[in-house]
């Protein structure tokens, strides 16, 4: 367990501090907001203090002296960097800040701050692996990326349908991909050899990095057509982020109704098509050319807008959708509509900050948005008492699967006959209640 602050309770504060708290950590979360603090004070299990976290008196009454971590993401990047400050000073362990201004992450050492947090830049690099492989929502890196998680949907094709994963020896066989787990009507489960999958299961599957069209086989995904254009909702320093990165792959069109900020990223971009107009018209999407070879990445503030904008650019045929949503309302909304791809910057911080409240063996851990299941990468020591042993002859929680391995430069998916050794990088699938016990075995 650890003693963990938090500052500011916003959608990326209120988040991490649910998510620490239901896992025992000790947190305190300090937010200026009255109403806010009255709220969580009543349905959050941490101590909610209300006072401005670049206050010394409130640091100092949420524990500082002797906090393992201060987790500052306000809105306010000088918040952000002060709360940080102080807090080390005070003897707090590690600081992470939300900070977006790059002058200011040149200034890290002489902040104190251990590691920014940088939602918008976090979202882009997961953006540009979706728009590289169409048909998956999510793709994630393990073992220097010699590994990968992706998630989809089941589709009618797909053939993993009413058949034992057991029973499926077709695309490589067991040693090539593996299903890890599977959503079906919001409830999360790890998958088995027993386990079959329906149509629009939520699934995740491991394969290794040359392996992707195996796991779009696996899920029906038909092959689309290359995409030629990228088109970007709202003017938001997300949406420039991404602007800039991808531009000299695609066609790159940003399209808002705020003219200041077209303004801003028209004059910093040359190599950028900027429009302003109001996305959420068809008419005006169809002006600047939405078609098959196109996508739609929706990047706004406005969780509404980025939705609406993403219907009409499906309606219109767009053959990939990507979606920025923060709340967890429209998420949940969204589970059973087209909209599959989406991004969030609560899980983008989220990600960024795990695996240092993980054990010192976790070298990366990850939430997704679609599941409430964790992964976690873990290198064995060479004291692990589970060296020479195989996996069939561990004690392992039921709410935990180890989906892959790199050991030195070759990656396995492994059977039960699976025997560790010192060094291995072991990728382990569990449940939130499941993670103290995966760390006392691995760690």
Same mark, same amino acid.
């Given at each position: 367990?650890?003693?963990?602050?938090?500052?500011?309770?916003?959608?990326?504060?209120? #988040?991490?501090?649910?998510?620490?708290?239901?896992?025992?950590?000790?947190?305190? $979360?300090?937010?200026?907001?009255?109403?806010?603090?009255?709220?969580?004070?009543?349905?959050? =299990?941490?101590?909610? !203090?209300?006072?401005?976290?670049?206050?010394?008196?409130?640091?100092?009454?949420?524990?500082?002296?002797?906090?393992?971590?201060? !987790?500052?993401?306000?809105?306010?990047?000088?918040?952000?960097?002060?709360?940080?400050?102080?807090?080390?000073?005070?003897?707090?362990?590690?600081? #992470?800040?939300?900070?977006?201004?790059?002058?200011?992450?040149?200034?890290?050492?002489?902040?104190?701050?251990?590691?920014?947090?940088?939602?918008?830049?976090?979202?882009?690099?997961?953006?540009?692996?979706?728009?590289?492989?169409?048909?998956?929502?999510?793709?994630?890196?393990?073992?220097?990326?010699? $590994?990968? +998680?992706?998630?989809?949907?089941?589709?009618?094709?797909?053939?993993?349908?009413?058949?034992?994963? +057991?029973?499926?020896?077709?695309?490589?066989?067991?040693?090539?991909?593996?299903?890890?787990?599977?959503?079906? =009507?919001?409830?999360?489960?790890?998958?088995?050899?027993?386990?079959?999958?329906?149509?629009?299961?939520?699934?995740?599957?491991?394969?290794?990095?040359?392996?992707?069209?195996?796991?779009?086989?696996?899920?029906?995904?038909?092959?689309?057509?290359? $995409?030629?254009?990228?088109?970007?909702?709202?003017?938001?320093?997300?949406?420039?982020?991404?602007?800039?990165?991808?531009?000299?792959?695609?066609?790159?069109?940003?399209?808002?109704?705020?003219?200041?900020?077209?303004?801003?990223?028209?004059?910093?971009?040359?190599?950028?098509?900027?429009?302003?107009?109001?996305?959420?018209?068809?008419?005006?999407?169809?002006?600047?050319?939405?078609?098959?070879?196109?996508?739609?990445?929706?990047?706004?503030?406005? =969780?509404?807008?980025?939705?609406?904008? +993403?219907?009409?650019?499906?309606?219109?045929?767009?053959?990939?959708?990507?979606?920025?949503?923060?709340?967890?309302?429209?998420?949940?909304?969204?589970?059973?509509?087209?909209?599959?791809?989406?991004?969030?910057?609560?899980?983008?911080?989220?990600?960024?900050?795990?695996?240092?409240?993980?054990?010192?063996?976790?070298?990366?851990?990850?939430? #997704?948005?679609?599941?409430?299941?964790?992964?976690?990468?873990?290198?064995?020591?060479?004291?692990?008492?589970?060296?020479?042993?195989?996996?069939?002859?561990?004690?392992?929680?039921?709410?935990?699967?180890?989906?892959?391995?790199?050991?030195?430069?070759?990656?396995?998916?492994?059977?039960?006959?699976?025997?560790?050794?010192?060094?291995?990088?072991?990728?382990? #699938?569990?449940?939130?209640?499941?993670?103290?016990?995966?760390?006392? !075995?691995?760690?």
């Amino acid at each position: 367990m650890k003693k963990i602050i938090i500052i500011g309770a916003g959608e990326v504060g209120n #988040f991490l501090a649910t998510k620490l708290s239901g896992e025992q950590h000790d947190v305190t $979360l300090i937010e200026e907001n009255l109403n806010k603090v009255e709220e969580l004070n009543s349905t959050l =299990d941490a101590l909610v !203090i209300h006072g401005n976290g670049g206050s010394p008196s409130s640091l100092m009454q949420a524990g500082a002296e002797d906090a393992d971590l201060i !987790i500052a993401v306000t809105d306010n990047e000088n918040v952000n960097m002060l709360s940080c400050y102080l807090a080390k000073n005070m003897g707090t362990k590690k600081s #992470f800040a939300r900070v977006q201004d790059n002058s200011m992450k040149n200034e890290l050492e002489e902040l104190k701050i251990d590691q920014i947090i940088d939602p918008s830049d976090s979202a882009c690099d997961e953006i540009e692996k979706l728009l590289s492989r169409a048909g998956i929502y999510d793709i994630h890196e393990f073992g220097d990326g010699k $590994l990968l +998680s992706i998630g989809g949907v089941v589709s009618e094709s797909s053939p993993l349908l009413s058949n034992k994963l +057991s029973n499926i020896h077709e695309f490589g066989g067991r040693e090539n991909w593996l299903v890890t787990a599977y959503v079906r =009507d919001t409830v999360s489960n790890l998958a088995n050899g027993d386990t079959q999958l329906e149509m629009d299961d939520h699934v995740k599957l491991i394969v290794k990095n040359g392996d992707v069209q195996t796991a779009l086989s696996l899920l029906g995904v038909e092959e689309k057509k290359e $995409l030629r254009k990228v088109i970007i909702i709202g003017a938001s320093r997300a949406s420039e982020l991404l602007a800039q990165r991808i531009h000299k792959k695609y066609d790159v069109v940003v399209i808002d109704d705020d003219e200041k900020d077209c303004n801003r990223i028209a004059e910093n971009n040359s190599n950028v098509i900027v429009v302003c107009n109001d996305p959420k018209v068809p008419n005006n999407l169809i002006d600047i050319g939405v078609d098959d070879e196109s996508a739609i990445v929706a990047l706004s503030k406005d =969780d509404s807008k980025n939705i609406v904008c +993403s219907l009409v650019g499906k309606a219109l045929g767009a053959t990939e959708i990507i979606t920025r949503v923060n709340k967890i309302d429209y998420l949940e909304l969204l589970k059973d509509s087209s909209i599959q791809a989406t991004i969030s910057t609560r899980i983008s911080a989220a990600n960024s900050i795990l695996k240092d409240v993980r054990s010192s063996q976790v070298t990366s851990a990850l939430t #997704f948005e679609d599941t409430d299941i964790e992964a976690l990468e873990i290198i064995i020591s060479e004291k692990c008492e589970i060296l020479d042993k195989s996996i069939s002859q561990l004690e392992l929680p039921n709410n935990c699967l180890i989906a892959g391995v790199t050991r030195r430069e070759n990656t396995y998916i492994p059977s039960g006959n699976w025997k560790f050794a010192a060094k291995d990088k072991l990728v382990v #699938f569990t449940h939130p209640e499941s993670i103290e016990d995966v760390e006392k !075995i691995f760690c």
